[in-house]
Protein backbone atom coordinates (compact mmCIF):
# COMPACT_ATOMS: atom_id res chain seq x y z
CA UNK A 1 0.00 0.00 0.00
CA UNK A 2 2.63 2.42 -1.32
CA UNK A 3 1.69 5.72 -3.28
CA UNK A 4 4.79 6.46 -6.00
CA UNK A 5 7.44 8.03 -4.67
CA UNK A 6 7.52 9.89 -8.03
CA UNK A 7 3.81 11.00 -7.50
CA UNK A 8 4.73 11.90 -3.72
CA UNK A 9 8.17 14.09 -4.95
CA UNK A 10 5.93 16.10 -7.47
CA UNK A 11 4.00 18.00 -4.67
CA UNK A 12 6.62 17.73 -1.92
CA UNK A 13 6.81 21.78 -2.46
CA UNK A 14 3.54 21.65 -0.95
CA UNK A 15 3.22 18.48 1.02
CA UNK A 16 7.15 18.01 2.43
CA UNK A 17 7.83 21.31 3.51
CA UNK A 18 9.12 21.82 7.01
CA UNK A 19 9.08 18.21 7.96
CA UNK A 20 12.09 17.91 9.53
CA UNK A 21 12.04 21.10 11.88
CA UNK A 22 8.74 20.00 12.92
CA UNK A 23 9.94 16.57 13.72
CA UNK A 24 12.45 17.48 16.27
CA UNK A 25 9.43 18.82 18.26
CA UNK A 26 7.07 15.78 17.88
CA UNK A 27 10.34 13.48 18.76
CA UNK A 28 11.43 15.68 21.59
CA UNK A 29 9.69 14.28 24.97
CA UNK A 30 10.25 18.01 26.89
CA UNK A 31 8.38 19.27 24.07
CA UNK A 32 4.93 18.80 24.53
CA UNK A 33 5.78 20.14 28.53
CA UNK A 34 7.05 23.06 27.18
CA UNK A 35 4.62 24.46 24.63
CA UNK A 36 2.04 23.47 27.80
CA UNK A 37 3.84 26.25 29.83
CA UNK A 38 5.68 28.64 28.04
CA UNK A 39 5.71 32.06 26.52
CA UNK A 40 7.36 33.46 23.97
CA UNK A 41 7.50 37.38 25.94
CA UNK A 42 8.56 38.06 22.69
CA UNK A 43 11.76 36.17 22.47
CA UNK A 44 10.41 33.96 20.10
CA UNK A 45 9.06 34.16 16.67
CA UNK A 46 9.59 37.31 14.46
CA UNK A 47 9.46 40.40 17.41
CA UNK A 48 6.40 42.34 18.63
CA UNK A 49 3.12 42.75 16.72
CA UNK A 50 2.85 46.27 14.80
CA UNK A 51 -0.30 48.26 15.03
CA UNK A 52 -1.40 47.95 11.67
CA UNK A 53 -2.08 51.71 10.08
CA UNK A 54 -5.14 50.13 7.49
CA UNK A 55 -6.77 48.71 10.17
CA UNK A 56 -6.68 44.91 8.64
CA UNK A 57 -3.90 42.70 9.94
CA UNK A 58 -0.87 43.44 12.56
CA UNK A 59 1.73 41.92 11.81
CA UNK A 60 5.66 42.00 12.95
CA UNK A 61 7.70 44.10 11.19
CA UNK A 62 8.76 44.00 8.04
CA UNK A 63 5.99 42.35 6.90
CA UNK A 64 3.23 43.15 4.74
CA UNK A 65 -0.09 41.50 3.34
CA UNK A 66 -2.71 41.61 -0.29
CA UNK A 67 -6.05 41.54 0.36
CA UNK A 68 -8.00 40.22 -2.20
CA UNK A 69 -11.01 37.89 -3.76
CA UNK A 70 -13.25 39.68 -1.41
CA UNK A 71 -16.72 38.18 -0.95
CA UNK A 72 -19.28 39.27 -3.42
CA UNK A 73 -16.45 40.12 -6.27
CA UNK A 74 -17.41 39.52 -9.41
CA UNK A 75 -15.09 36.08 -11.02
CA UNK A 76 -13.73 35.26 -14.07
CA UNK A 77 -16.68 32.48 -14.43
CA UNK A 78 -19.26 35.46 -13.74
CA UNK A 79 -20.25 34.36 -10.76
CA UNK A 80 -19.55 36.30 -7.39
CA UNK A 81 -16.75 35.49 -4.71
CA UNK A 82 -19.01 32.91 -2.19
CA UNK A 83 -18.50 34.37 1.30
CA UNK A 84 -17.91 32.53 4.59
CA UNK A 85 -13.85 31.23 3.42
CA UNK A 86 -12.78 28.30 5.38
CA UNK A 87 -9.98 25.49 4.92
CA UNK A 88 -7.48 25.84 2.18
CA UNK A 89 -4.34 24.83 0.41
CA UNK A 90 -1.90 25.77 -1.64
CA UNK A 91 -0.70 23.83 -5.36
CA UNK A 92 1.63 24.52 -7.69
CA UNK A 93 0.17 26.19 -10.74
CA UNK A 94 1.45 26.86 -14.57
CA UNK A 95 4.69 29.47 -14.90
CA UNK A 96 5.43 30.06 -10.94
CA UNK A 97 1.28 30.79 -10.37
CA UNK A 98 -0.18 29.75 -7.13
CA UNK A 99 -3.52 27.44 -7.00
CA UNK A 100 -5.64 27.91 -3.98
CA UNK A 101 -8.12 26.02 -3.57
CA UNK A 102 -10.44 27.80 -1.27
CA UNK A 103 -13.94 26.10 0.66
CA UNK A 104 -16.64 28.09 1.80
CA UNK A 105 -18.93 27.09 4.70
CA UNK A 106 -22.16 28.23 3.62
CA UNK A 107 -25.63 26.97 4.39
CA UNK A 108 -28.38 27.57 1.63
CA UNK A 109 -30.34 29.81 3.38
CA UNK A 110 -27.62 32.76 3.21
CA UNK A 111 -28.10 33.83 0.18
CA UNK A 112 -26.70 37.37 0.76
CA UNK A 113 -23.45 35.27 0.30
CA UNK A 114 -24.60 33.23 -2.68
CA UNK A 115 -22.08 32.80 -5.94
CA UNK A 116 -25.54 33.42 -7.49
CA UNK A 117 -26.28 36.34 -6.06
CA UNK A 118 -29.02 36.67 -2.95
CA UNK A 119 -31.83 36.51 -5.99
CA UNK A 120 -30.17 33.74 -7.92
CA UNK A 121 -29.97 35.94 -10.65
CA UNK A 122 -26.78 34.08 -12.45
CA UNK A 123 -27.48 30.69 -11.07
CA UNK A 124 -28.50 29.55 -14.84
CA UNK A 125 -25.24 30.64 -15.56
CA UNK A 126 -23.58 27.10 -14.00
CA UNK A 127 -24.07 23.73 -15.48
CA UNK A 128 -26.58 22.05 -13.97
CA UNK A 129 -24.67 18.12 -14.04
CA UNK A 130 -21.77 19.83 -12.16
CA UNK A 131 -24.07 20.88 -9.19
CA UNK A 132 -23.90 18.09 -6.46
CA UNK A 133 -27.47 19.58 -5.08
CA UNK A 134 -29.48 21.96 -6.69
CA UNK A 135 -32.63 22.87 -4.22
CA UNK A 136 -35.09 21.62 -6.30
CA UNK A 137 -34.22 25.14 -8.06
CA UNK A 138 -35.87 26.81 -5.25
CA UNK A 139 -32.93 26.70 -2.98
CA UNK A 140 -29.50 25.30 -4.14
CA UNK A 141 -27.08 24.29 -1.36
CA UNK A 142 -24.04 27.51 -1.58
CA UNK A 143 -20.89 25.52 -0.15
CA UNK A 144 -18.26 24.05 -2.44
CA UNK A 145 -14.70 25.82 -3.23
CA UNK A 146 -13.25 28.55 -4.97
CA UNK A 147 -10.19 28.15 -6.90
CA UNK A 148 -7.83 31.24 -7.10
CA UNK A 149 -5.24 31.47 -9.58
CA UNK A 150 -2.19 33.65 -7.62
CA UNK A 151 0.85 35.05 -8.90
CA UNK A 152 3.54 35.29 -5.65
CA UNK A 153 6.01 37.47 -7.74
CA UNK A 154 3.91 40.19 -7.97
CA UNK A 155 1.50 39.54 -5.32
CA UNK A 156 -1.30 39.70 -7.54
CA UNK A 157 -4.54 37.23 -7.79
CA UNK A 158 -5.24 36.77 -11.56
CA UNK A 159 -7.97 34.50 -11.41
CA UNK A 160 -10.58 32.89 -9.42
CA UNK A 161 -13.88 30.83 -10.29
CA UNK A 162 -16.16 28.41 -8.77
CA UNK A 163 -14.35 24.91 -9.09
CA UNK A 164 -17.35 22.66 -6.55
CA UNK A 165 -20.81 23.58 -6.44
CA UNK A 166 -24.18 22.55 -4.67
CA UNK A 167 -22.35 20.94 -1.75
CA UNK A 168 -23.10 22.89 2.21
CA UNK A 169 -20.75 23.90 5.05
CA UNK A 170 -17.37 22.96 3.26
CA UNK A 171 -15.85 24.21 6.52
CA UNK A 172 -11.99 22.33 6.20
CA UNK A 173 -10.42 19.39 4.48
CA UNK A 174 -6.42 18.89 3.21
CA UNK A 175 -4.10 18.64 0.99
CA UNK A 176 -3.26 14.99 -0.72
CA UNK A 177 0.09 13.78 -1.55
CA UNK A 178 -1.28 13.19 -5.22
CA UNK A 179 -1.81 16.84 -5.51
CA UNK A 180 -5.97 17.12 -4.74
CA UNK A 181 -7.73 18.80 -2.16
CA UNK A 182 -10.46 16.57 -0.23
CA UNK A 183 -13.10 19.11 0.90
CA UNK A 184 -15.81 18.01 3.93
CA UNK A 185 -18.91 18.88 4.63
CA UNK A 186 -19.86 19.85 8.36
CA UNK A 187 -22.79 18.30 8.14
CA UNK A 188 -24.49 15.70 10.64
CA UNK A 189 -27.58 14.30 8.62
CA UNK A 190 -29.59 15.99 5.77
CA UNK A 191 -29.49 19.92 6.48
CA UNK A 192 -31.98 21.19 4.62
CA UNK A 193 -35.77 20.78 3.50
CA UNK A 194 -34.84 21.29 -0.07
CA UNK A 195 -32.43 19.15 -0.36
CA UNK A 196 -32.27 16.70 -3.23
CA UNK A 197 -29.18 14.61 -2.28
CA UNK A 198 -27.72 13.84 1.02
CA UNK A 199 -24.73 15.27 2.72
CA UNK A 200 -22.59 15.27 5.35
CA UNK A 201 -19.30 13.52 2.84
CA UNK A 202 -16.33 14.74 1.20
CA UNK A 203 -15.51 15.70 -2.08
CA UNK A 204 -12.29 15.64 -3.82
CA UNK A 205 -11.07 19.07 -6.40
CA UNK A 206 -8.52 18.84 -8.80
CA UNK A 207 -6.69 22.48 -8.88
CA UNK A 208 -6.80 23.91 -12.39
CA UNK A 209 -6.18 27.24 -13.82
CA UNK A 210 -9.12 26.93 -16.33
CA UNK A 211 -12.23 27.83 -14.80
CA UNK A 212 -14.55 25.35 -14.58
CA UNK A 213 -16.47 23.08 -12.53
CA UNK A 214 -15.24 19.20 -11.37
CA UNK A 215 -17.74 16.50 -11.15
CA UNK A 216 -19.51 16.35 -7.31
CA UNK A 217 -18.78 12.63 -6.96
CA UNK A 218 -19.37 12.29 -2.62
CA UNK A 219 -16.50 9.83 -1.38
CA UNK A 220 -19.65 7.76 0.48
CA UNK A 221 -16.44 5.29 1.71
CA UNK A 222 -15.04 7.59 3.97
CA UNK A 223 -18.31 8.16 6.22
CA UNK A 224 -21.25 10.22 6.75
CA UNK A 225 -20.56 12.88 9.58
CA UNK A 226 -19.39 16.11 10.81
CA UNK A 227 -16.45 15.93 8.67
CA UNK A 228 -13.90 18.97 9.28
CA UNK A 229 -10.43 18.15 7.85
CA UNK A 230 -8.54 15.32 6.64
CA UNK A 231 -4.89 14.14 6.90
CA UNK A 232 -3.50 11.53 4.27
CA UNK A 233 0.28 9.48 5.33
CA UNK A 234 2.45 9.19 1.78
CA UNK A 235 3.49 5.98 2.52
CA UNK A 236 0.31 4.22 3.02
CA UNK A 237 -2.60 6.69 1.63
CA UNK A 238 -4.15 6.18 4.98
CA UNK A 239 -6.32 9.09 5.35
CA UNK A 240 -7.15 10.46 9.09
CA UNK A 241 -10.24 12.51 9.31
CA UNK A 242 -11.59 14.92 12.93
CA UNK A 243 -14.97 15.23 13.33
CA UNK A 244 -16.31 18.73 14.72
CA UNK A 245 -18.26 18.25 17.61
CA UNK A 246 -17.72 17.77 21.44
CA UNK A 247 -18.15 14.73 21.37
CA UNK A 248 -16.20 13.88 17.86
CA UNK A 249 -14.08 10.75 17.11
CA UNK A 250 -10.79 10.83 15.31
CA UNK A 251 -11.60 8.33 12.14
CA UNK A 252 -9.36 5.91 9.54
CA UNK A 253 -9.70 5.63 6.19
CA UNK A 254 -7.85 2.62 4.72
CA UNK A 255 -8.39 2.81 0.72
CA UNK A 256 -9.06 -0.42 -1.52
CA UNK A 257 -6.58 1.51 -3.78
CA UNK A 258 -4.03 4.35 -2.43
CA UNK A 259 -4.68 7.70 -4.27
CA UNK A 260 -8.51 6.58 -5.54
CA UNK A 261 -10.71 7.56 -2.52
CA UNK A 262 -13.75 7.07 -4.70
CA UNK A 263 -12.63 3.18 -5.34
CA UNK A 264 -13.58 2.35 -1.74
CA UNK A 265 -12.02 1.57 1.51
CA UNK A 266 -12.70 0.84 5.28
CA UNK A 267 -13.62 3.35 7.93
CA UNK A 268 -12.55 2.86 11.71
CA UNK A 269 -12.25 4.76 14.57
CA UNK A 270 -9.55 5.41 16.82
CA UNK A 271 -9.84 3.82 20.72
CA UNK A 272 -6.56 3.33 23.22
CA UNK A 273 -5.37 0.06 22.80
CA UNK A 274 -5.05 0.05 26.84
CA UNK A 275 -7.93 2.12 27.59
CA UNK A 276 -11.69 1.48 26.31
CA UNK A 277 -14.08 5.01 26.04
CA UNK A 278 -10.85 6.97 26.91
CA UNK A 279 -12.08 10.88 26.95
CA UNK A 280 -9.34 12.80 26.08
CA UNK A 281 -10.64 16.37 26.35
CA UNK A 282 -9.75 17.17 29.83
CA UNK A 283 -12.85 18.80 30.84
CA UNK A 284 -12.94 19.56 34.72
CA UNK A 285 -16.03 17.94 34.62
CA UNK A 286 -15.41 14.53 32.17
CA UNK A 287 -14.61 12.50 35.24
CA UNK A 288 -12.30 9.65 35.20
CA UNK A 289 -8.02 9.95 35.05
CA UNK A 290 -6.92 13.00 33.09
CA UNK A 291 -4.97 12.35 29.11
CA UNK A 292 -1.41 13.00 30.16
CA UNK A 293 0.42 15.44 27.97
CA UNK A 294 3.51 14.38 26.12
CA UNK A 295 2.98 10.47 26.70
CA UNK A 296 2.49 8.52 23.48
CA UNK A 297 -0.40 6.06 23.77
CA UNK A 298 -0.86 2.81 21.94
CA UNK A 299 -3.62 3.02 19.71
CA UNK A 300 -5.89 0.42 18.30
CA UNK A 301 -8.51 0.84 15.65
CA UNK A 302 -12.27 -0.35 15.60
CA UNK A 303 -14.37 -0.59 12.26
CA UNK A 304 -17.59 0.87 11.99
CA UNK A 305 -20.48 -0.42 10.16
CA UNK A 306 -23.29 1.44 8.48
CA UNK A 307 -21.07 4.23 7.61
CA UNK A 308 -23.64 6.22 5.45
CA UNK A 309 -26.80 6.15 8.09
CA UNK A 310 -28.82 9.43 8.06
CA UNK A 311 -28.98 9.31 12.04
CA UNK A 312 -25.64 10.81 12.26
CA UNK A 313 -24.93 8.55 14.96
CA UNK A 314 -21.97 6.96 13.92
CA UNK A 315 -19.92 8.57 17.09
CA UNK A 316 -22.18 7.34 19.36
CA UNK A 317 -21.72 3.63 17.84
CA UNK A 318 -18.49 3.95 17.68
CA UNK A 319 -17.85 5.25 21.72
CA UNK A 320 -20.32 2.57 22.39
CA UNK A 321 -17.79 -0.06 20.68
CA UNK A 322 -14.54 1.89 22.75
CA UNK A 323 -13.65 4.74 20.75
CA UNK A 324 -11.84 7.50 22.47
CA UNK A 325 -13.63 11.25 22.45
CA UNK A 326 -12.22 14.47 21.07
CA UNK A 327 -13.69 17.95 21.79
CA UNK A 328 -14.23 19.17 18.70
CA UNK A 329 -11.68 17.66 16.16
CA UNK A 330 -10.53 20.65 13.78
CA UNK A 331 -7.47 20.96 11.74
CA UNK A 332 -5.34 18.53 10.55
CA UNK A 333 -1.86 18.58 9.03
CA UNK A 334 0.82 15.33 7.89
CA UNK A 335 3.90 16.46 9.16
CA UNK A 336 6.15 14.34 7.41
CA UNK A 337 5.93 10.83 10.04
CA UNK A 338 3.08 12.07 11.43
CA UNK A 339 -0.87 13.66 11.37
CA UNK A 340 -1.34 16.58 13.94
CA UNK A 341 -4.83 17.32 15.08
CA UNK A 342 -6.41 20.55 16.59
CA UNK A 343 -9.31 19.90 19.01
CA UNK A 344 -10.49 23.34 19.47
CA UNK A 345 -12.15 23.08 23.09
CA UNK A 346 -10.42 20.66 24.30
CA UNK A 347 -8.37 21.07 28.00
CA UNK A 348 -8.97 21.98 31.56
CA UNK A 349 -9.90 25.85 30.30
CA UNK A 350 -11.20 24.61 27.16
CA UNK A 351 -8.48 26.80 24.81
CA UNK A 352 -7.65 23.70 22.83
CA UNK A 353 -5.28 21.08 22.50
CA UNK A 354 -3.04 19.70 19.92
CA UNK A 355 -2.64 15.92 19.36
CA UNK A 356 -0.22 13.82 16.95
CA UNK A 357 -0.63 10.46 15.79
CA UNK A 358 2.36 8.71 14.53
CA UNK A 359 1.11 5.19 12.45
CA UNK A 360 2.36 1.58 13.37
CA UNK A 361 4.96 0.44 10.30
CA UNK A 362 2.45 -1.43 9.50
CA UNK A 363 -0.45 1.08 9.68
CA UNK A 364 -4.04 -0.71 8.29
CA UNK A 365 -2.59 -4.27 7.88
CA UNK A 366 -2.90 -7.55 9.82
CA UNK A 367 0.49 -6.85 11.86
CA UNK A 368 -0.16 -3.57 12.98
CA UNK A 369 -0.81 -5.19 16.63
CA UNK A 370 2.63 -5.99 16.67
CA UNK A 371 3.66 -2.59 16.93
CA UNK A 372 0.44 0.13 17.18
CA UNK A 373 0.29 3.31 16.23
CA UNK A 374 0.46 6.00 18.98
CA UNK A 375 -1.91 9.04 19.98
CA UNK A 376 -0.30 11.66 21.94
CA UNK A 377 -1.59 14.92 23.66
CA UNK A 378 2.04 17.35 22.75
CA UNK A 379 0.24 20.96 23.75
CA UNK A 380 -2.91 22.08 26.06
CA UNK A 381 -1.54 25.13 27.18
CA UNK A 382 -4.61 26.23 29.41
CA UNK A 383 -3.78 29.75 28.67
CA UNK A 384 -5.32 32.11 27.03
CA UNK A 385 -2.46 34.67 26.07
CA UNK A 386 -0.75 31.25 24.47
CA UNK A 387 -3.54 29.96 22.51
CA UNK A 388 -7.42 30.63 22.00
CA UNK A 389 -9.27 27.41 20.68
CA UNK A 390 -7.43 26.66 17.90
CA UNK A 391 -8.79 25.51 14.24
CA UNK A 392 -7.23 24.85 11.01
CA UNK A 393 -3.18 24.41 11.27
CA UNK A 394 -0.52 23.57 8.64
CA UNK A 395 3.16 23.47 8.80
CA UNK A 396 5.85 26.69 8.17
CA UNK A 397 8.99 25.98 5.93
CA UNK A 398 10.95 26.18 9.20
CA UNK A 399 8.84 23.33 11.28
CA UNK A 400 6.91 25.38 13.48
CA UNK A 401 3.03 24.84 13.61
CA UNK A 402 0.86 27.83 12.30
CA UNK A 403 -2.65 27.66 13.90
CA UNK A 404 -5.82 29.52 13.20
CA UNK A 405 -7.93 30.86 16.49
CA UNK A 406 -11.48 30.92 16.26
CA UNK A 407 -12.97 32.66 19.59
CA UNK A 408 -14.67 35.69 20.57
CA UNK A 409 -12.15 37.57 20.81
CA UNK A 410 -9.45 38.71 18.80
CA UNK A 411 -8.15 35.98 16.40
CA UNK A 412 -4.54 35.28 15.69
CA UNK A 413 -2.14 32.94 14.19
CA UNK A 414 -0.12 31.26 16.75
CA UNK A 415 3.09 29.56 16.03
CA UNK A 416 4.36 26.82 18.18
CA UNK A 417 8.37 26.63 17.77
CA UNK A 418 10.22 23.13 17.19
CA UNK A 419 11.79 23.76 20.99
CA UNK A 420 8.24 23.94 22.19
CA UNK A 421 7.61 27.67 22.55
CA UNK A 422 4.22 29.43 21.86
CA UNK A 423 4.09 33.37 19.60
CA UNK A 424 1.52 35.40 17.85
CA UNK A 425 2.82 35.86 14.36
CA UNK A 426 -0.27 37.81 13.11
CA UNK A 427 -3.48 39.43 14.73
CA UNK A 428 -6.77 40.42 13.56
CA UNK A 429 -7.95 44.00 14.39
CA UNK A 430 -11.94 43.48 14.91
CA UNK A 431 -13.26 40.71 17.46
CA UNK A 432 -14.75 37.43 16.23
CA UNK A 433 -13.16 37.09 12.67
CA UNK A 434 -12.28 33.74 12.38
CA UNK A 435 -9.37 32.75 10.74
CA UNK A 436 -9.05 29.90 8.63
CA UNK A 437 -6.95 27.95 6.04
CA UNK A 438 -3.61 28.74 6.64
CA UNK A 439 -1.02 27.58 3.87
CA UNK A 440 2.14 28.08 2.37
CA UNK A 441 3.07 28.62 -0.76
CA UNK A 442 4.93 25.33 -2.72
CA UNK A 443 7.79 28.03 -3.03
CA UNK A 444 7.49 28.70 0.83
CA UNK A 445 7.34 32.73 0.06
CA UNK A 446 3.59 33.57 0.59
CA UNK A 447 1.32 32.54 3.58
CA UNK A 448 -2.06 32.59 2.73
CA UNK A 449 -4.94 32.91 5.65
CA UNK A 450 -8.73 33.58 5.13
CA UNK A 451 -10.39 35.57 7.37
CA UNK A 452 -14.17 34.33 7.41
CA UNK A 453 -16.77 37.04 8.45
CA UNK A 454 -16.74 39.80 5.97
CA UNK A 455 -14.88 37.01 3.49
CA UNK A 456 -11.53 37.66 2.00
CA UNK A 457 -7.80 36.40 1.37
CA UNK A 458 -4.63 37.48 2.42
CA UNK A 459 -1.35 36.72 1.24
CA UNK A 460 1.35 38.11 4.07
CA UNK A 461 4.81 38.16 3.02
CA UNK A 462 7.89 39.12 5.11
CA UNK A 463 11.69 38.21 5.79
CA UNK A 464 10.54 34.37 6.90
CA UNK A 465 14.22 33.86 7.68
CA UNK A 466 14.18 35.79 10.90
CA UNK A 467 12.20 33.43 13.43
CA UNK A 468 13.74 33.40 16.88
CA UNK A 469 13.67 31.21 19.62
Not at 317 to 331: H, S, Y
Request: overall charge negative; proline content about 7%.
Amino acid sequence: MSISRRVFLQNAGLYAVGFMGLKALLDNPLGAALAASSSNGGAAGFGPIRIDPRGVLNLPEGFRYTVFSRTGEEMDDGLLVPGAHDGMAAFPGPDGRVLLVRNHELESAWTDRSPYGADRARFDRVDAAKIYDRGHGRLPCIGGTTTLVFDPRAQRLEKHFLSLAGTQRNCAGGATPWGTWVTCEEVNADPEPDAEQPHGYNFEVTPSATPGLVEPVPLKAMGRFRHEAIAVDPRSGVVYQTEDLGDGLLYRFIPDTPGKLAAGGRLQALALRDRAGADTRNWPDAGGPRFPVGQPQPARWIDLEDIDNPAGDLRHRGRAAGAAVFARGEGAWWTGEAACFAMTNGGRNTFGQIFRYRPSPHEGTAREDDEPGTIELFAEPNDRELLRNADNLTVAPWGDLILCEDCKDICRLIGVTTAGGFYVLAENTQIGRELAGACFSPDGSTLFVNVQNPGYTLAITGPWDRRRG
